[in-house]
């Protein structure tokens, strides 16, 4: 994993440039573009390719909630990682939904923007512990359970031991490790739990397990 192409969207030019100088020192990182809002984004990613974006919730003509949606269904290989403010609850939840494959604060460091890239490089999620903690308590106090409560009943003890993992943001390989089962069949699960709780993401897989008491909601 080395020479990626990373997109900042943000709409404040400083933050913009101090995000990449961050950035510019990470040896995986090879180019740095730069977009002020959801419209410069989808233009540039027209263009040429690019590996991942650090997505900016607020910005104007279209915002990252938004742009992240259009992301995930016209180039679904792009990496987004929302960044966001204390008072961002509402809307990290709904770029949650969007399909981020992860979020940081915007005060975080050179050393945890490392750790995020590399992890959503390798497929897997990278969440600041601050947002996550955020973002659970929303859906806790905020959101309307959409799911039927008898489905719980229906899930296997195994299974639920899976959600658990997937909640704590453990990848195929770190759950398939811990239960000594093989990638294959960690797979299977995480599908067949997709499947009986009815979510369409493993965003849904979490809010199933918060509603139904399957996770601790204060961890």
Known sequence: MENLKVLIADDHQMFRKGLELSIKTINSVGKILQAENGL???DILSKEEVDIIFMDIKMPHQNGIETTKLVVQKYPRVKVVALSM???KDNILEMFKAGVNGYLLKNTNKAEIEMAINEVMMGGKYYSKEVSDVLLQRIIHAETSTYNSDTSNQLT???????KYVCAQMSTKEIADVMCLSDKTIEGHRIRLIQKTNSKNLAGLVLYAVE???VDKHR
Not at 157 to 163: A, G, H, Q, W, Y
Request: glycine residues 6%; charged residues 45%.
């Open 212 to 214: 139904h008491g399957l």
């Open 40 to 42: 410069f984004v989808m």
């Open 86 to 88: 204390y008072d961002d």
């Open 157 to 163: 003890d195994r299974e639920k031991e899976v959600l």
